[in-house]
Protein backbone atom coordinates (compact mmCIF):
# COMPACT_ATOMS: atom_id res chain seq x y z
CA UNK A 1 0.00 0.00 0.00
CA UNK A 2 1.44 3.03 -1.14
CA UNK A 3 1.95 6.24 1.79
CA UNK A 4 3.03 9.47 1.00
CA UNK A 5 3.36 12.29 3.61
CA UNK A 6 1.90 14.17 0.96
CA UNK A 7 -1.27 12.38 0.55
CA UNK A 8 -1.61 13.10 4.51
CA UNK A 9 -1.30 16.82 4.67
CA UNK A 10 -3.23 17.18 1.45
CA UNK A 11 -5.85 15.64 3.14
CA UNK A 12 -5.77 18.29 5.47
CA UNK A 13 -5.59 20.98 3.33
CA UNK A 14 -8.73 19.65 2.04
CA UNK A 15 -11.08 18.85 5.40
CA UNK A 16 -10.08 23.27 6.23
CA UNK A 17 -11.07 24.20 2.50
CA UNK A 18 -14.42 23.74 1.76
CA UNK A 19 -15.01 27.53 -0.06
CA UNK A 20 -12.97 29.58 -1.36
CA UNK A 21 -12.58 31.94 1.96
CA UNK A 22 -11.38 29.11 3.39
CA UNK A 23 -8.50 27.95 1.18
CA UNK A 24 -6.96 31.64 1.27
CA UNK A 25 -7.17 31.22 5.58
CA UNK A 26 -5.91 27.96 5.05
CA UNK A 27 -2.96 29.34 2.75
CA UNK A 28 -2.49 32.11 4.63
CA UNK A 29 -1.76 30.06 7.86
CA UNK A 30 0.69 27.88 6.23
CA UNK A 31 2.24 30.91 4.77
CA UNK A 32 2.86 32.49 7.79
CA UNK A 33 4.71 29.42 9.64
CA UNK A 34 6.61 28.63 6.65
CA UNK A 35 8.10 32.72 7.01
CA UNK A 36 5.49 35.03 4.57
CA UNK A 37 5.01 38.08 6.10
CA UNK A 38 1.03 39.63 5.58
CA UNK A 39 0.72 42.42 3.54
CA UNK A 40 -2.11 45.21 3.26
CA UNK A 41 -2.81 46.65 -0.47
CA UNK A 42 -4.59 49.91 0.93
CA UNK A 43 -1.10 50.42 2.49
CA UNK A 44 2.41 50.95 1.60
CA UNK A 45 4.76 48.34 0.90
CA UNK A 46 7.56 48.36 2.87
CA UNK A 47 9.89 45.25 0.94
CA UNK A 48 12.96 44.09 1.68
CA UNK A 49 15.38 42.07 -0.42
CA UNK A 50 15.62 38.00 0.80
CA UNK A 51 12.08 37.93 2.60
CA UNK A 52 8.90 35.94 1.82
CA UNK A 53 5.48 38.47 1.77
CA UNK A 54 1.75 37.47 1.16
CA UNK A 55 -1.57 39.16 0.28
CA UNK A 56 -4.99 38.51 -0.09
CA UNK A 57 -8.14 40.08 -2.05
CA UNK A 58 -11.60 40.20 -1.64
CA UNK A 59 -11.51 37.03 0.80
CA UNK A 60 -10.93 34.30 -1.99
CA UNK A 61 -7.98 35.34 -3.38
CA UNK A 62 -4.14 35.36 -2.83
CA UNK A 63 -0.85 36.40 -3.97
CA UNK A 64 2.37 35.19 -1.78
CA UNK A 65 6.03 36.09 -3.77
CA UNK A 66 9.72 35.83 -2.33
CA UNK A 67 12.03 38.14 -3.35
CA UNK A 68 15.64 37.46 -4.25
CA UNK A 69 18.57 39.39 -2.35
CA UNK A 70 20.18 41.02 -5.32
CA UNK A 71 17.63 42.88 -7.72
CA UNK A 72 14.46 41.80 -8.92
CA UNK A 73 14.74 41.02 -12.68
CA UNK A 74 12.05 38.26 -12.80
CA UNK A 75 9.88 35.80 -11.55
CA UNK A 76 8.68 32.29 -11.82
CA UNK A 77 5.27 32.02 -11.39
CA UNK A 78 2.78 29.87 -11.25
CA UNK A 79 -1.46 30.21 -10.75
CA UNK A 80 -4.36 28.47 -9.77
CA UNK A 81 -7.69 29.09 -8.80
CA UNK A 82 -9.46 28.59 -5.13
CA UNK A 83 -12.87 27.96 -6.34
CA UNK A 84 -14.14 24.48 -7.39
CA UNK A 85 -18.52 24.21 -8.93
CA UNK A 86 -20.50 23.92 -5.88
CA UNK A 87 -24.59 24.46 -4.79
CA UNK A 88 -24.65 27.74 -3.40
CA UNK A 89 -27.70 28.78 -0.91
CA UNK A 90 -29.86 31.71 -2.23
CA UNK A 91 -29.98 34.59 -0.50
CA UNK A 92 -33.95 33.52 0.91
CA UNK A 93 -33.38 29.77 0.42
CA UNK A 94 -36.15 28.50 3.04
CA UNK A 95 -38.38 26.53 0.97
CA UNK A 96 -41.29 23.70 2.45
CA UNK A 97 -42.78 20.89 0.21
CA UNK A 98 -44.64 17.44 1.78
CA UNK A 99 -43.85 18.86 5.53
CA UNK A 100 -40.09 18.74 4.41
CA UNK A 101 -38.05 22.04 4.71
CA UNK A 102 -35.42 22.40 1.73
CA UNK A 103 -32.80 25.26 1.16
CA UNK A 104 -32.99 26.43 -2.42
CA UNK A 105 -29.52 26.73 -4.14
CA UNK A 106 -27.74 28.01 -7.46
CA UNK A 107 -25.22 26.18 -8.89
CA UNK A 108 -21.77 27.35 -8.95
CA UNK A 109 -20.08 27.07 -12.20
CA UNK A 110 -20.37 23.55 -14.20
CA UNK A 111 -21.18 21.17 -11.98
CA UNK A 112 -21.94 16.98 -12.76
CA UNK A 113 -25.13 17.04 -10.80
CA UNK A 114 -25.93 13.38 -10.86
CA UNK A 115 -22.74 13.03 -7.98
CA UNK A 116 -25.03 15.63 -5.65
CA UNK A 117 -27.65 12.94 -4.89
CA UNK A 118 -27.36 10.82 -1.92
CA UNK A 119 -24.34 12.57 -0.21
CA UNK A 120 -23.98 13.61 3.12
CA UNK A 121 -23.87 17.11 2.59
CA UNK A 122 -22.42 19.75 5.14
CA UNK A 123 -22.28 23.89 4.69
CA UNK A 124 -19.67 26.29 5.06
CA UNK A 125 -18.89 29.82 4.06
CA UNK A 126 -18.87 33.67 5.62
CA UNK A 127 -20.94 34.77 7.39
CA UNK A 128 -20.98 39.49 7.86
CA UNK A 129 -23.16 39.68 11.31
CA UNK A 130 -23.50 42.73 13.76
CA UNK A 131 -22.41 41.80 17.39
CA UNK A 132 -22.94 42.71 20.78
CA UNK A 133 -21.17 45.92 20.70
CA UNK A 134 -22.93 46.46 17.13
CA UNK A 135 -19.63 45.91 15.29
CA UNK A 136 -19.72 44.36 11.76
CA UNK A 137 -17.34 41.47 11.46
CA UNK A 138 -16.90 38.58 9.01
CA UNK A 139 -16.98 34.88 10.57
CA UNK A 140 -16.01 31.93 8.62
CA UNK A 141 -17.46 28.90 9.20
CA UNK A 142 -18.10 25.37 8.48
CA UNK A 143 -20.51 22.61 10.13
CA UNK A 144 -18.24 19.63 9.40
CA UNK A 145 -21.18 16.91 10.36
CA UNK A 146 -24.02 16.58 7.48
CA UNK A 147 -27.15 18.45 7.93
CA UNK A 148 -28.21 17.34 3.91
CA UNK A 149 -28.87 15.36 1.28
CA UNK A 150 -30.53 15.16 -2.35
CA UNK A 151 -32.38 12.23 -2.25
CA UNK A 152 -32.66 10.48 -5.67
CA UNK A 153 -36.15 9.53 -6.56
CA UNK A 154 -37.16 5.58 -6.44
CA UNK A 155 -36.60 3.81 -10.18
CA UNK A 156 -40.05 2.61 -9.65
CA UNK A 157 -41.55 6.07 -9.66
CA UNK A 158 -39.23 6.76 -12.86
CA UNK A 159 -38.76 4.08 -15.25
CA UNK A 160 -36.57 6.00 -17.54
CA UNK A 161 -34.35 7.45 -14.78
CA UNK A 162 -31.22 5.82 -16.53
CA UNK A 163 -32.20 6.41 -19.90
CA UNK A 164 -30.27 9.82 -19.58
CA UNK A 165 -32.63 12.44 -18.25
CA UNK A 166 -31.80 16.35 -17.75
CA UNK A 167 -31.87 17.62 -14.39
CA UNK A 168 -33.31 20.95 -13.31
CA UNK A 169 -31.83 22.70 -10.95
CA UNK A 170 -34.61 24.62 -9.87
CA UNK A 171 -37.15 22.19 -8.82
CA UNK A 172 -35.27 18.99 -7.86
CA UNK A 173 -31.60 19.92 -6.61
CA UNK A 174 -32.26 22.06 -3.26
CA UNK A 175 -31.15 19.58 -0.53
CA UNK A 176 -33.54 18.18 2.29
CA UNK A 177 -32.38 19.43 5.64
CA UNK A 178 -35.45 19.38 8.40
CA UNK A 179 -38.86 17.44 9.03
CA UNK A 180 -41.87 19.85 10.62
CA UNK A 181 -44.54 18.69 12.03
CA UNK A 182 -47.90 18.91 12.08
CA UNK A 183 -48.47 23.36 12.33
CA UNK A 184 -44.63 23.73 12.58
CA UNK A 185 -42.71 26.49 11.18
CA UNK A 186 -39.76 26.08 9.31
CA UNK A 187 -36.92 28.19 11.32
CA UNK A 188 -35.26 30.87 9.27
CA UNK A 189 -32.08 30.91 7.58
CA UNK A 190 -30.62 33.76 10.11
CA UNK A 191 -31.94 31.35 12.96
CA UNK A 192 -30.21 28.78 11.24
CA UNK A 193 -26.85 30.31 11.30
CA UNK A 194 -27.08 31.88 14.25
CA UNK A 195 -27.94 28.27 16.12
CA UNK A 196 -24.40 26.48 14.20
CA UNK A 197 -22.37 30.36 14.83
CA UNK A 198 -23.21 29.92 18.59
CA UNK A 199 -22.46 25.77 18.26
CA UNK A 200 -18.89 26.16 16.00
CA UNK A 201 -18.01 29.40 17.75
CA UNK A 202 -19.89 30.16 21.17
CA UNK A 203 -21.13 33.31 19.47
CA UNK A 204 -24.19 34.80 21.34
CA UNK A 205 -26.04 37.70 21.05
CA UNK A 206 -25.54 38.55 16.95
CA UNK A 207 -27.47 40.08 14.22
CA UNK A 208 -27.04 38.20 10.47
CA UNK A 209 -26.23 40.87 7.92
CA UNK A 210 -25.44 38.76 4.89
CA UNK A 211 -23.87 35.47 4.03
CA UNK A 212 -22.31 33.18 1.27
CA UNK A 213 -23.05 29.69 1.85
CA UNK A 214 -22.64 26.42 -0.20
CA UNK A 215 -22.92 22.80 0.33
CA UNK A 216 -19.77 20.63 0.26
CA UNK A 217 -19.62 16.85 0.09
CA UNK A 218 -19.24 15.40 4.10
CA UNK A 219 -16.73 12.51 3.55
CA UNK A 220 -13.55 12.89 3.89
CA UNK A 221 -10.75 12.28 1.00
CA UNK A 222 -9.40 9.05 0.89
CA UNK A 223 -6.82 6.61 -0.66
CA UNK A 224 -8.31 4.45 -2.97
CA UNK A 225 -7.06 1.34 -5.16
CA UNK A 226 -5.23 -2.03 -4.38
CA UNK A 227 -2.30 -0.40 -3.68
CA UNK A 228 -3.64 2.81 -2.76
CA UNK A 229 -2.82 4.34 -6.47
CA UNK A 230 -5.69 6.67 -6.40
CA UNK A 231 -6.93 9.96 -4.18
CA UNK A 232 -10.75 10.74 -3.98
CA UNK A 233 -12.25 14.14 -2.84
CA UNK A 234 -13.79 16.71 -3.35
CA UNK A 235 -12.46 19.99 -4.50
CA UNK A 236 -9.27 18.29 -6.06
CA UNK A 237 -10.47 20.96 -9.45
CA UNK A 238 -8.13 22.59 -8.20
CA UNK A 239 -7.44 22.50 -4.88
CA UNK A 240 -4.82 20.04 -5.84
CA UNK A 241 -2.78 22.83 -7.94
CA UNK A 242 -3.59 25.34 -4.74
CA UNK A 243 -1.68 23.27 -2.65
CA UNK A 244 1.15 21.92 -5.42
CA UNK A 245 2.18 25.51 -6.26
CA UNK A 246 1.94 26.79 -2.42
CA UNK A 247 4.01 23.66 -1.82
CA UNK A 248 6.55 24.56 -4.17
CA UNK A 249 6.77 28.17 -3.29
CA UNK A 250 7.75 27.66 0.65
CA UNK A 251 10.14 24.68 -0.27
CA UNK A 252 12.10 26.68 -2.76
CA UNK A 253 15.56 27.65 -2.18
CA UNK A 254 14.66 31.59 -1.67
CA UNK A 255 17.50 32.57 -4.18
CA UNK A 256 15.11 33.60 -6.77
CA UNK A 257 12.22 35.94 -7.54
CA UNK A 258 9.07 33.91 -7.51
CA UNK A 259 5.40 34.52 -6.83
CA UNK A 260 2.10 32.32 -6.38
CA UNK A 261 -1.15 33.28 -7.02
CA UNK A 262 -4.41 31.99 -6.17
CA UNK A 263 -7.08 33.47 -8.12
CA UNK A 264 -11.20 33.21 -7.44
CA UNK A 265 -14.09 32.53 -9.84
CA UNK A 266 -12.38 30.73 -12.23
CA UNK A 267 -15.32 28.25 -12.42
CA UNK A 268 -17.70 31.25 -13.63
CA UNK A 269 -15.41 33.57 -16.26
CA UNK A 270 -12.74 35.42 -13.72
CA UNK A 271 -14.54 38.18 -14.02
CA UNK A 272 -13.95 39.58 -10.42
CA UNK A 273 -11.66 41.82 -8.34
CA UNK A 274 -10.11 38.80 -7.47
CA UNK A 275 -10.02 36.70 -10.32
CA UNK A 276 -8.03 36.57 -13.22
CA UNK A 277 -9.27 38.99 -15.60
CA UNK A 278 -8.94 41.28 -12.44
CA UNK A 279 -5.96 43.25 -11.58
CA UNK A 280 -4.56 41.58 -8.73
CA UNK A 281 -1.21 40.12 -10.41
CA UNK A 282 -0.73 43.05 -12.48
CA UNK A 283 -1.14 45.38 -9.70
CA UNK A 284 0.86 43.39 -7.39
CA UNK A 285 3.75 42.91 -9.71
CA UNK A 286 3.61 46.55 -10.67
CA UNK A 287 4.93 47.26 -6.84
CA UNK A 288 7.53 45.09 -7.52
CA UNK A 289 8.84 46.70 -10.03
CA UNK A 290 8.66 49.93 -8.16
CA UNK A 291 10.14 48.44 -5.25
CA UNK A 292 13.46 47.92 -7.71
CA UNK A 293 13.49 51.79 -7.87
CA UNK A 294 11.51 52.26 -10.87
CA UNK A 295 8.07 52.59 -10.80
CA UNK A 296 7.94 53.57 -14.55
CA UNK A 297 5.07 51.53 -16.80
CA UNK A 298 8.05 50.43 -18.79
CA UNK A 299 9.78 48.71 -15.51
CA UNK A 300 6.43 46.48 -14.79
CA UNK A 301 6.40 45.35 -18.96
CA UNK A 302 10.39 44.80 -18.44
CA UNK A 303 9.16 42.45 -15.02
CA UNK A 304 6.79 40.57 -16.81
CA UNK A 305 8.52 40.24 -19.96
CA UNK A 306 11.43 38.25 -18.53
CA UNK A 307 9.14 36.03 -16.68
CA UNK A 308 7.12 33.16 -16.73
CA UNK A 309 3.92 31.79 -15.91
CA UNK A 310 3.00 28.27 -15.57
CA UNK A 311 -1.13 27.68 -15.01
CA UNK A 312 -1.85 24.87 -13.04
CA UNK A 313 -5.87 23.41 -13.56
CA UNK A 314 -6.07 20.08 -13.59
CA UNK A 315 -6.07 17.75 -16.68
CA UNK A 316 -8.54 15.00 -17.73
CA UNK A 317 -7.18 11.72 -17.25
CA UNK A 318 -8.40 8.85 -20.07
CA UNK A 319 -11.09 7.24 -18.58
CA UNK A 320 -10.60 3.11 -18.92
CA UNK A 321 -14.43 2.99 -19.59
CA UNK A 322 -14.65 5.70 -22.22
CA UNK A 323 -10.82 5.87 -24.03
CA UNK A 324 -12.51 7.03 -27.52
CA UNK A 325 -13.30 10.60 -25.62
CA UNK A 326 -9.70 11.03 -26.38
CA UNK A 327 -7.24 11.67 -29.16
CA UNK A 328 -6.00 8.29 -29.40
CA UNK A 329 -1.96 9.78 -29.46
CA UNK A 330 -2.67 12.16 -26.45
CA UNK A 331 -4.26 10.01 -23.28
CA UNK A 332 -2.46 11.36 -19.91
CA UNK A 333 -2.91 8.72 -17.40
CA UNK A 334 -3.27 8.96 -13.29
CA UNK A 335 0.37 8.89 -12.28
CA UNK A 336 2.57 9.44 -14.75
CA UNK A 337 3.36 13.10 -13.88
CA UNK A 338 1.79 17.01 -15.36
CA UNK A 339 0.19 17.32 -18.22
CA UNK A 340 1.25 19.70 -21.07
CA UNK A 341 -2.00 21.07 -22.20
CA UNK A 342 -2.12 22.43 -25.48
CA UNK A 343 -4.63 23.80 -28.21
CA UNK A 344 -4.26 25.25 -31.38
CA UNK A 345 -6.89 28.20 -30.34
CA UNK A 346 -5.10 29.29 -27.41
CA UNK A 347 -7.76 27.67 -24.63
CA UNK A 348 -4.65 26.93 -23.59
CA UNK A 349 -1.76 29.20 -23.50
CA UNK A 350 0.76 26.88 -24.22
CA UNK A 351 3.37 27.74 -27.43
CA UNK A 352 6.29 25.88 -28.41
CA UNK A 353 8.21 28.20 -26.21
CA UNK A 354 7.09 27.92 -22.71
CA UNK A 355 6.29 24.01 -23.45
CA UNK A 356 9.82 23.67 -24.44
CA UNK A 357 10.70 25.33 -21.22
CA UNK A 358 8.41 23.22 -18.56
CA UNK A 359 9.67 19.57 -20.32
CA UNK A 360 12.99 20.85 -19.51
CA UNK A 361 12.07 21.65 -16.26
CA UNK A 362 10.87 18.32 -15.71
CA UNK A 363 13.88 16.49 -17.32
CA UNK A 364 15.97 18.53 -14.54
CA UNK A 365 13.57 17.35 -11.80
CA UNK A 366 13.31 13.72 -12.63
CA UNK A 367 9.50 14.08 -13.56
CA UNK A 368 7.04 12.70 -16.01
CA UNK A 369 5.84 14.73 -18.33
CA UNK A 370 2.72 14.26 -20.63
CA UNK A 371 0.82 16.10 -23.06
CA UNK A 372 -2.54 16.85 -23.75
CA UNK A 373 -4.93 17.67 -27.02
CA UNK A 374 -8.85 17.54 -27.35
CA UNK A 375 -10.19 15.64 -30.00
CA UNK A 376 -10.65 18.15 -33.17
CA UNK A 377 -14.18 17.39 -32.79
CA UNK A 378 -14.94 18.15 -29.52
CA UNK A 379 -14.13 21.54 -27.43
CA UNK A 380 -12.07 22.17 -24.76
CA UNK A 381 -12.59 24.20 -21.33
CA UNK A 382 -10.15 26.99 -20.77
CA UNK A 383 -7.96 28.08 -17.60
CA UNK A 384 -6.50 31.31 -16.08
CA UNK A 385 -3.61 30.63 -18.20
CA UNK A 386 -4.89 32.32 -21.29
CA UNK A 387 -6.78 35.12 -19.50
CA UNK A 388 -3.76 35.83 -17.13
CA UNK A 389 -1.66 36.37 -20.70
CA UNK A 390 -3.95 38.41 -22.48
CA UNK A 391 -4.24 40.44 -19.38
CA UNK A 392 -0.83 40.87 -18.25
CA UNK A 393 1.27 39.97 -21.95
CA UNK A 394 3.59 37.40 -19.24
CA UNK A 395 4.55 34.48 -21.61
CA UNK A 396 2.61 31.75 -20.06
CA UNK A 397 1.84 27.81 -20.26
CA UNK A 398 -1.20 25.46 -19.02
CA UNK A 399 -0.24 22.29 -17.05
CA UNK A 400 -1.87 20.20 -14.57
CA UNK A 401 -2.48 16.74 -13.10
CA UNK A 402 -4.46 14.11 -14.75
CA UNK A 403 -7.79 13.36 -12.90
CA UNK A 404 -11.23 11.66 -13.11
CA UNK A 405 -14.74 13.01 -13.20
CA UNK A 406 -13.97 16.64 -13.07
CA UNK A 407 -16.73 19.01 -11.49
CA UNK A 408 -17.87 16.08 -9.52
CA UNK A 409 -18.85 16.39 -6.07
CA UNK A 410 -15.81 13.97 -5.80
CA UNK A 411 -12.68 13.48 -8.34
CA UNK A 412 -10.30 11.49 -8.50
CA UNK A 413 -6.30 11.72 -9.62
CA UNK A 414 -3.52 9.81 -8.90
CA UNK A 415 -1.15 9.28 -5.31
CA UNK A 416 2.07 9.59 -6.63
CA UNK A 417 1.46 12.56 -8.80
CA UNK A 418 1.56 15.27 -6.12
CA UNK A 419 4.96 14.75 -5.28
CA UNK A 420 5.96 15.21 -9.28
CA UNK A 421 3.67 18.29 -9.77
CA UNK A 422 6.15 19.79 -6.46
CA UNK A 423 9.15 18.59 -7.68
CA UNK A 424 8.93 19.96 -10.64
CA UNK A 425 7.59 23.49 -9.69
CA UNK A 426 10.47 23.38 -7.00
CA UNK A 427 12.80 22.94 -9.69
CA UNK A 428 10.81 25.67 -11.39
CA UNK A 429 10.79 28.02 -8.32
CA UNK A 430 14.59 27.43 -8.09
CA UNK A 431 15.49 27.96 -11.56
CA UNK A 432 18.36 30.55 -12.65
CA UNK A 433 17.31 31.38 -16.33
CA UNK A 434 13.37 30.89 -17.38
CA UNK A 435 14.52 31.06 -21.30
Known amino acids: MF ?3 TITDLFNFLKYSPTPWHVVREMASRLEEAGFMPLDETEHWQLVPGKRYYCTRAGGALIAFQLPEGPLEA ?9 SPALRLKPQPVQMSAQWMQL ?3 VYGGALLAPWFDRDLAVAGRVYLRDGQGRLREQLFQIDQPVAIIPSLAIHLDRDVNQGKALNAQTQMAPVVWQAGPDQVPPSIDSLLKRWLADQHGLEDIGIVDYELSFHDAQPASQVGLEGEMISGARLDNLLSCYCGMRALMESDGTQGALFIANDHEEIGSGSTGGAQGTL ?7 LAEAQGDGGAGARVRLLQSSRLISC ?7 PSYPDKHDARHQPALNRGPVIKVNASQRYATNAATGALFREICREADVPVQTFVSRADMPCGTTIGPLTATRTGVPTLDIGLAQWAMHSIRETAGAHDPDYLIRALTTFCNREHLS
Not at 75 to 83: C, F, N, Q
Not at 281 to 287: E, K, Q, S, W
Open 313 to 319: DNAHAVH
Open 281 to 287: LGDVVAR
Open 104 to 106: GVE
Open 3 to 5: HSS
Open 75 to 83: LRMIGAHTD
